[in-house]
């Protein structure tokens, strides 16, 4: 039995806790630009690292290829590596060229890679240097995207946690919403939200990089997504109140982060009743046609997004399927306490990964599903288990009481497919 913290209250789930480390098969940070410059189009990121690094961002966001694109990468070159002072001057050169060319960007991400790293290149000196030579004009802020230590999601961790300290202070009573979330996703929370009796609501990232939201005391946060640790850390230097709840996902999980957002606000909670019980009605409905695909089928989650426990806990409660192991590269209790005790008892949950002990625990449990990062997918798939790329839980609209069944959708798809393939295959012999 665990004693999980959230905020100031102790609970108990009868969760089986594990840690694991070894190999490890993730993205990299780099990934998250491909959602960050979607969300914010005046602003541009310049990775700052390999040949790599470029292919990388440029196939994850090959959608970009026939618009202007809002990010790039200054190359280092094998020289580069040798010496800083080249490093430094091929960036000089291509930020020079990009202000020149790009007089919309309003903020300059230089994103941090693993070769930037290596050869030890200060992206916030250069980023200070820079904010001096372009005031007024442009903003550099700088974070890392390297995949040595991080997972793809915690790129958005990196980059929202270097605007904090451009955010101003206020002390107005405001619900700050911290996550990338999809623009449409955004306006029906903020409509929602309106309805129960909260008007005052911002969203961190905004819509424009330049419209930060002012911080401050009486500035309750309600996390989107679950990977934001450092923000958080610094949003509660900030003198932020955190309102610990489970994450927007699925009809349960929405309705419990909105009743948490109106007792943080004094609500009472049948106005919230009120309010959702249309939409969770209707989401309940939508869900029966995946729920009677996935009840009872088995489902092993790889750790990538930091997502899993949320996800675990949707497929489980609202869609019926069995957990096998509920994997995640970081585990933070605080963050996650309140989604941990909504799981079944004795869920297997596992942080860190050695992914060949993981895969070998995959093939011996025979799942139905497995949810893995990309690189995992296709050998699995050769072996004729059914999977689903984590990634697509950040490309896709996936929050909300009313996109329940579009995320039920997702899992229940590999599922269908397989079953008719099975099938046809059958009907060969
Ligand atoms: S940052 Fe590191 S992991 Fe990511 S693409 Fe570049 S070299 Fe590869």
Redesign the pocket.
């Known amino acids: 039995m665990q004693a999980l913290k959230i905020g100031s209250k102790y609970f108990m789930s009868k969760v089986e806790l594990n840690k694991e480390a070894g190999p490890r098969e993730v993205f990299?940070g780099?990934t998250s630009i491909v959602w960050l410059h979607r969300r914010m189009p005046d602003a541009f990121f310049l990775v700052v690292?390999?040949r790599?690094?470029a292919h990388?961002i440029q196939s994850a966001a090959g959608v970009m290829i026939f618009a202007e694109p809002r990010f790039g990468t200054a190359i280092l070159e094998e020289k580069d590596l040798a010496g800083l002072a080249d490093a430094h001057e091929e960036l000089d050169r291509v930020v020079n060229d990009l202000i020149c060319r790009r007089p919309e960007i309003k903020t300059l991400f230089l994103v941090g890679?693993?070769?930037s790293e290596v050869i030890k290149l200060d992206l916030t000196t250069v980023a200070e240097k820079l904010n001096k030579r372009f005031l007024g004009k442009v903003r550099f802020v700088n974070y890392s995207?390297?995949?040595i230590e991080t997972t793809f999601t915690q790129g958005e961790d990196g980059a929202l946690k270097a605007l904090i300290p451009l955010m101003e202070s206020t002390n107005d009573k405001k619900l700050l919403l911290v996550g990338t979330l999809a623009n449409n996703v955004e306006d029906r929370f903020k409509k929602i939200f309106n309805n129960i009796g909260i008007s005052n609501v911002e969203s961190f990232p905004p819509r424009q990089s330049t419209e930060l939201p002012k911080i401050g005391k009486n500035t309750k946060v309600l996390l989107t997504q679950p990977y934001l640790s450092d923000t958080v850390r610094d949003l509660k230097h900030r003198g932020c109140e955190i309102i610990y709840a489970p994450f927007p996902l699925g009809v349960e999980g929405s309705t419990k982060w909105f009743l948490a957002a109106a007792d943080a606000f004094k609500i009472n909670e049948l106005k919230v009743h009120e309010v959702i019980a249309p939409l969770a009605n209707r989401a309940m409905q939508a869900l029966e046609k995946h729920t009677g695909i996935l009840r009872g089928k088995k489902l092993f989650l790889l750790p990538e997004s930091q997502l899993e426990i949320s996800l675990a806990r949707f497929l489980h409660n609202e869609c019926g399927m069995e957990l096998i192991e509920v994997g995640t590269p970081y585990l933070n209790k605080e963050l996650m306490g309140a989604e941990i005790n909504l799981l079944p008892d004795n869920t297997k949950i596992v942080e860190g990964q050695h992914v060949e002990k993981q895969l070998d625990r995959v093939r011996a449990s025979n799942p139905d599903l497995v949810v893995c990062g990309m690189g995992l997918a296709n050998p699995l798939e050769a072996e004729g288990i059914s999977t689903k790329w984590s990634i697509e839980m950040v490309f896709s609209p996936i929050h909300g009481i009313d996109q329940a069944a579009d995320l039920a959708g997702l899992f229940s798809r590999p599922l269908k497919r397989n079953q008719i393939l099975k099938s046809e295959t059958l009907a060969t012999f």
Do not use: A, E, V
């Open positions: 990299c780099l690292g390999s790599t690094c990388l890679s693993c070769p995207g390297s995949g």
